[in-house]
């Protein structure tokens, strides 16, 4: 038996008790401290955006119901309603697919301040895969030919190019942060960008010294800081050597040398 819905028009959006809202595996956890910070802020001014959620009539809910909500968007406002001990929330009802909805949580996520350096390489290239997805690459012509071969090469040039303006457009970034980004994550792996978020390796400068360095020497670094070990990517430069004296009784002030350098190489010889 299916719940009775508050409003029987499709409205732009609705209360829905939080207990029947289901998070899913695909979200990322929500941060402790950013939740708390936006608890107090909703407990004094209240919910300023609703979440976003997808109403399924005929999928069982996880209360046993046969229809149920799942979280679109909005996982830390979810979880800063549940700290607070709202028993509703106001949601936004999205009538999107399974490809959108993924598409509209990658960019909520980033879209918000608190995310990190890796968290937004993460996000960046996850957001590309379902750009192709359901946008697909350009390519033409033959693919034995030198020809097919530039056709393609500038096909996925404007393949990226929308990507990133897209991108930029949609999140409010800078087409180079957004194309720096999505080199990391593409080099890196989104799987190791989650092992290493909150870790010493997890900064712009950190992240370009993974790309750089190779893949055998970039896994147990990665391993090493998911371990909770403080370590760097970036390589100290070697100090420079002081400056040899000049002796005394050289053959010359610019060289240094002993007047008697011929003997001593013989010496040594």
């Known amino acids: 038996m299916g719940r009775t819905r508050?409003?029987?028009?499709?409205?732009?959006?609705?209360?829905?008790?939080?207990?029947?809202?289901?998070?899913?595996?695909?979200?990322?956890?929500?941060a402790s401290e950013a939740v708390a910070r936006l608890a107090a802020s909703m407990q004094e001014i209240?919910?300023?955006?609703?979440?976003?959620v997808r109403y399924f009539p005929d999928r069982p809910g996880v209360d046993g119901t046969a229809d149920s909500y799942v979280l679109v968007a909005g996982g830390?406002?979810?979880?800063?309603?549940?700290?607070?001990?709202?028993?509703?929330?106001?949601?936004?009802?999205a009538d999107a697919d399974d490809v959108d909805a993924e598409l509209w949580e990658s960019d909520e996520n980033l879209c918000r301040a608190?995310?990190?350096?890796?968290?937004?390489?993460?996000?960046?290239?996850?957001?590309?895969?379902?750009?192709?997805?359901?946008?697909?690459?350009?390519?033409?012509?033959?693919?034995?030919?030198?020809?097919?071969?530039?056709?393609r090469q500038v096909g996925d040039l404007i393949s990226a190019?929308?990507?990133?303006?897209?991108?930029?457009?949609?999140?409010?970034?800078?087409?180079?942060a957004i194309q720096r980004a999505l080199?990391?994550?593409?080099?890196i792996g989104v799987d190791n960008l989650a092992r290493i978020t909150g870790t010493s390796l997890d900064s712009g400068a950190e992240l370009d010294a993974l790309v750089s360095m190779p893949p055998e020497q970039r896994g147990p670094l990665i391993e090493r800081a998911a371990s909770g070990e403080k370590v760097t990517a970036r390589i100290t430069p070697a100090p420079k050597p002081d400056p040899q004296p000049i002796l005394v009784g050289a053959c010359c002030a610019s060289c240094g040398a002993p007047k008697n350098w011929r003997e001593l190489m013989e010496r040594a010889a």
Do not use: N
């Open 6 to 30: 508050r409003i029987t028009e499709r409205p732009r959006t609705e209360m829905v008790r939080v207990e029947f809202i289901e998070v899913g595996d695909r979200h990322r956890q929500p």
């Open 76 to 93: 830390h406002r979810l979880a800063a309603a549940k700290l607070l001990g709202w028993e509703e929330i106001e949601c936004f009802e």
């Open 114 to 151: 608190e995310l990190s350096v890796t968290e937004s390489a993460a996000a960046i290239t996850t957001r590309e895969k379902i750009y192709v997805r359901l946008h697909g690459e350009k390519h033409g012509g033959d693919r034995k030919s030198e020809t097919a071969k530039s056709s």
């Open 46 to 52: 209240g919910l300023r955006t609703p979440i976003t």
């Open 183 to 187: 080199k990391r994550g593409k080099e």
């Open 161 to 176: 190019d929308r990507f990133t303006l897209d991108t930029a457009a949609k999140t409010g970034k800078s087409e180079r």
